[in-house]
């Protein structure tokens, strides 16, 4: 069954190809890099901090991904929610001066209350629930949603 979600998820990407930005809290690190391979090897263009190079300005070069991005993908845990760093990057990608907000894609690593901007941004997104499930279950949720 795996292999044939993923058979649609290729066949979907031929026909419409999607930035991802990753945002993440740095502990949840882990989580991201999986993920990240796992949309890298069906074929999406993801970027995520790692990307940025020494000497290169973090905030803008963020900023500027955020902007051209079509999907946010969120990693919520008990330290992305309390992130100022995620929540300044939820709020730039539905706030873009084109007017078209990022498509919000939230994954719940952990069971949170989520406030605030985020809750501003997320709370009309089905969410992949990603609590208590290993990533190899959650990220195949997520390439076909």
Same mark, same amino acid.
């Given at each position: 069954?795996?292999?044939?979600?993923?058979?649609?998820?290729?066949?979907?990407?031929?026909?419409?190809?999607?930035?991802?930005?990753? &945002?993440?809290?740095?502990?949840?690190?882990?989580?991201?890099?999986?993920?990240?391979?796992?949309? /890298?090897? /069906?074929?999406?263009?993801?970027?995520?901090?790692? $990307?940025?190079?020494?000497?290169?300005?973090?905030?803008?070069?963020?900023?500027?991904?955020?902007? +051209?991005?079509?999907?946010?993908?969120?990693?919520?845990?008990? +330290?992305?929610?309390?992130?100022?760093?995620?929540?300044?990057?939820?709020?730039?990608?539905?706030?873009?001066?084109?007017?078209?907000?990022?498509?919000?894609?939230? /994954? +719940? $690593?952990?069971?949170?209350?989520?406030?605030?901007?985020?809750?501003?941004?997320?709370? &009309?997104?089905?969410?992949?629930?990603?609590?208590?499930?290993?990533? &190899?279950?959650?990220?195949?949720?997520?390439?076909?949603?």
């Amino acid at each position: 069954m795996r292999v044939r979600r993923a058979e649609r998820l290729h066949t979907r990407l031929v026909w419409h190809r999607m930035d991802v930005f990753i &945002s993440y809290a740095r502990r949840d690190s882990a989580d991201a890099i999986v993920l990240r391979d796992a949309l /890298v090897n /069906v074929g999406y263009e993801v970027f995520g901090d790692w $990307l940025i190079k020494p000497g290169e300005e973090w905030a803008q070069t963020i900023t500027s991904a955020l902007k +051209k991005c079509r999907l946010v993908i969120v990693l919520c845990s008990a +330290k992305s929610v309390g992130s100022t760093n995620v929540r300044n990057e939820v709020g730039v990608a539905g706030n873009r001066p084109d007017g078209s907000p990022a498509v919000f894609l939230p /994954v +719940k $690593l952990d069971q949170v209350r989520i406030e605030g901007n985020l809750e501003y941004w997320l709370a &009309s997104s089905q969410w992949v629930d990603a609590h208590e499930r290993d990533p &190899s279950d959650w990220v195949l949720d997520v390439l076909t949603a």
